[in-house]
C-alpha cells in the first residue's frame, strides 16, 4: 500500500503510518470486534462496531452486508433489508446480499419478493447450494411443494451432505402426502446432524407410511443430546408425556404454536379426528407462516378436508 508522501522522511524510511493505513487498521480493529460479538450472539454490539466502519469506509459494501446480517440476527428485518439494499446499491452483483435480504423478506412474510432475491442470487451464480436450499424454503412457505422439492433437489446435488437441505426437502415430501420418500431425507440428515426436529418429522413420516415406527424412535431419541424444547414431544410420542405436560413444557409462544401442532398429530395417531383438527388449527394459526410446523398443519389440515 503507497503511503501518502508527508509520511516518509527522506531516506524513504516511513516515520509514521500513513492516512489510508491507519484507516485499514481501524476498520480491521472493529471488524475483529464486530466478529467477536457475532460469535457470542452479540448482535447488537456487532451492528454498533460494523457502523463504526461504515463511518470510515461509506463505500464499503461488504460492511453494510455484514451490518445486515447482524441486524437480522437481532429480529430487526427491515433494518437488515434497508442494509442488504445499500450494499446492492454498491455492488449489485453481490450474491450474500440477495441472499440476506431473501431471508429477512421470507422472515417477514414477504415469499414472492424472497423468492426473487434467491432466484437473482442463482442467475449469478447458479452452483451456490444454499440460494438454491433457500428458494427451495421460500416456495415450502407459500405450500408450493411442487418447485420446492425440485430447488431442494438442486441443493442436495450441489452439497449432498449438507442436513438443512435434506431435511427441508423431507418436510416438502412430508407436506406433499409422499411419506416413504420423506422417510429417506429425514433419515439422512438425522444420521448427519442428529436434529430433533428431522427425528420429530422422521417418527410423522415413519407413521403414516406404515412403518413399526415406536422403537425406532426411542432408539433414535438416545441419540438426542437435548433436554430442552422440543423434546417433551419426544416423551409424548413415547406415551411417557401427557398432552398436558407438553404443553406445559413449551416456554415461549412460538413453542406452543410448535407443540399445537405435534399434539394434533398425536391425536391423529389416536384416531381422534376432532381433536386433531382442533390442535392444527390452532397451530396453523399461531405459528409464524415462515415455521415448518405451519406449513405442515395446513397440509394435514387440508388431508382431513378431503
Known sequence: ??????????????????????RRLKVLFHYFKADAAARRGNFDRAAG?????????????????????????????????DDFNKALAIDRLMVQAYGGRGISRKLLGDFDLAIADHTEAISIDPNLANAHGELGVAH??????????RSLTTAINLAPNDPSHLQQRGIALFCRGDFKAAIADLQ???DISNDIYALLFLHLSRVKAGANAGTALETDAGRVRTWQWPSAV????????????????????????????????WHLLHGDRAEARKALQAAAQSCPPWFTEHTAATAELSRLDQ
Open 1 to 22: 500500500m503507497a503511503c501518502d508522501p508527508g509520511c516518509q522522511g527522506e531516506s524513504g524510511v516511513t516515520r509514521k503510518p500513513c492516512g489510508k493505513m491507519l
Open 49 to 81: 462496531q460494523l457502523s463504526k466502519v461504515i463511518q470510515i469506509a461509506p463505500s464499503n459494501a461488504a460492511a453494510y452486508n455484514d451490518r445486515g446480517l447482524a441486524r437480522q440476527g437481532m429480529g430487526n428485518y427491515r433494518g437488515a433489508i
Open 140 to 149: 415450502l412457505c407459500k405450500h408450493d411443494f411442487h418447485n420446492a422439492i
Open 188 to 190: 439422512r440428515a438425522f
Open 234 to 265: 419426544v416423551g409424548l410420542f413415547l406415551e411417557r408425556l401427557s398432552a398436558d405436560s407438553t404443553i406445559a413444557a413449551a416456554s415461549t409462544s412460538d413453542e406452543v404454536a410448535e407443540a399445537h401442532f405435534y399434539l394434533g398429530q
